[in-house]
Structures are given as C-alpha cells and as structure tokens.
C-alpha cells in the first residue's frame, strides 16, 4: 500500500497514474470534482520498487517519484 497526498487549489477533476520503471502503467486512479485542499490517495497492490506518479489537475500536471518498501 502507498500514500500520495496532493493540494489542489480549486474544484477539478484529478488523475493520478502510477507507472513502472519500464513504463508500462500500473494503475489509475481517477476523482471528478473534488474540492479545494489536501487530499490522500492509497494505492494498493504494488510490489516492491521504483515507480513514476503522474498527477492531472486541470492544467497541472507533474510527475513524481515513489518508493515501495516491503
């Protein structure tokens, strides 16, 4: 299980895809209208590694790193 938390500044639709290092997607998690503020998204189901978090918002749009530990 991993945590990803994320602001957002106003109401908008956001999608968090996480991709393997190859870059093959892995999963996706997508919310319509959420609210202005901090938000959280567990993801389950992830072994061990290295992977690459896409976050869409709007216009925004940014890309992390994340780390699973087991």
Do not use: K, W
Not at 20 to 29: A, F, K, M, N, Y
Not at 36 to 41: F, K, L, N, S
């Amino acid at each position: 299980m991993a945590l990803v938390a994320f602001e957002i500044p106003v109401i908008d639709n956001v999608c968090i895809t996480v991709y393997d290092i190859p870059g093959r997607s892995v999963t996706e998690l997508a919310y319509s209208a959420l609210a202005p503020g901090m938000h959280e998204a567990i993801i389950s189901d992830l072994h061990a590694g290295l992977y690459v978090v896409h976050m869409q918002a709007g216009d925004f749009s940014d890309y992390g790193r994340m780390i699973v530990i087991r």
